[in-house]
């Protein structure tokens, strides 16, 4: 059974920074595509950071420069680093694990709330 649990969420101030975790259970996670997404309620589910297997990396716009998304495969975990984090960062955030081949290896976390107060 593959889980995906994410934790580090919580309550911080404007400024601030956060950790998120994501520990995988049931897959090797350095051979799967690894990213983290937001969610606030009445929009969509947006992307905010990627890693793939062999360790390249992407940010959205709105978080290059604060954020840095890395994995410790002897963890079999990835993480997100969050710094100097604003209000509009409030969201559910989401572990995604893909495989690039095999289609319906596509696994997702349970979220982990973030919010940022001003």
């Known amino acids: 059974q593959v889980q995906l649990v994410e934790s580090g969420g919580g309550l911080v101030q404007a400024g601030g920074s956060l950790t998120l975790s994501c520990a995988a259970s049931g897959i090797i996670l350095s051979i799967y595509d690894m990213a983290w997404y937001r969610q606030v309620p009445g929009k969509q589910r947006e992307l905010v950071a990627a890693i793939t297997s062999g360790g390249g990396t992407n940010y959205a716009d709105s978080v290059k420069g604060r954020f840095t998304i890395s994995r410790d495969n002897a963890k079999n975990t990835g993480y997100l680093q969050m710094n100097s984090l604003k209000p509009e960062d409030t969201a559910v955030y989401y572990c995604?694990?893909?495989?690039?081949?095999?289609?319906?290896?596509?696994?997702w976390g349970q979220g982990t709330q973030v919010t940022v107060s001003s």
């Open positions: 995604n694990a893909k495989h690039r081949t095999i289609r319906l290896a596509d696994y």
